[in-house]
């Protein structure tokens, strides 16, 4: 759906032009189901705090961001594609398609860093929920999360890199003459990048989402 009319329009230059617009259109959609995927996975683990639902969501958002890279390399390198960005009208969704996969990547990069930090929270709490805490698990639950804090660390950067990449790159696109099913798509999007912005100043403390967890405050 997504690069439908990037095809429809690439189909104008000739045979090879409409296979390579099918591959991107291909790996957009593979990248797509991947992230849907993915989502499903962390809504089951949100469910049930079973870690191996996020370490396949982990797995289902390298998957999206292996097809938005391939994606995005096939738009903007294949000789018959970059041939047809020359023309006024299929070259703006052309660029448009490129931009899509850039955010598709980066949005699937700053994922799988969340999965990483959420993948040690969940096993944390799979581990104490179950009971009461003595003053003995509490100080080695402590120690844990103090870990966790410290370690993940660079996963909260790079959630907020790859999040200030992907709104660099939708800055670059101009939505007002792309077409409906394109345009449709930027507005989901948009609707994604100002969730994922939510969530990420929500929970970019990791030493207090794991002190909400645990219902003491860790040390600093």
């Given at each position: ?43 089951a683990?949100?469910?049930?705090g ?20 391939d994606?995005?390399?096939?738009s ?25 996969a ?12 969340a ?33 966790i ?14 999040l200030?990449?992907?709104h660099?790159e ?40 794991l ?10």
């Open positions: 759906m997504i690069a439908a009319i990037v095809i429809l329009a690439l189909l104008l230059g000739g045979g090879y032009t409409a296979v390579a617009g099918a591959s991107v259109y291909q790996d957009l959609d593979g990248g797509r189901q991947a992230l849907v995927g993915a989502q499903a996975s962390m809504t683990a949100a469910r049930t079973d870690p191996a639902e996020l370490r396949s969501a982990a797995a289902q958002l390298k998957l999206a961001e292996r097809h938005f890279d994606a995005r390399s096939r903007s390198a294949d000789p018959a594609l970059r041939l047809m960005g020359g023309v006024p009208g299929a070259g703006r969704q052309l660029a448009a398609s490129t931009h899509l850039a955010i598709g990547a980066d949005v699937s990069r700053a994922g799988e860093a999965a990483e930090v959420a993948i040690q929270v969940a096993a944390l709490k799979q581990k104490y929920a179950a009971r009461a805490l003595t003053p003995e698990d509490l100080q080695s639950a402590l120690q844990e999360a103090q870990a804090a410290r370690t993940y660390s660079a996963s909260i950067q790079a959630i907020s890199q790859q200030r990449a992907a660099v939708r800055a670059q696109v101009d939505t007002s003459e792309l077409v409906g099913p394109l345009k449709d798509a930027y507005d989901a999007v948009d609707r994604a990048l100002a969730e994922a912005d939510t969530s990420f100043r929500r929970y970019q403390d990791v030493r207090q989402v002190s909400d967890f645990l219902g003491v405050q860790l040390p600093a």
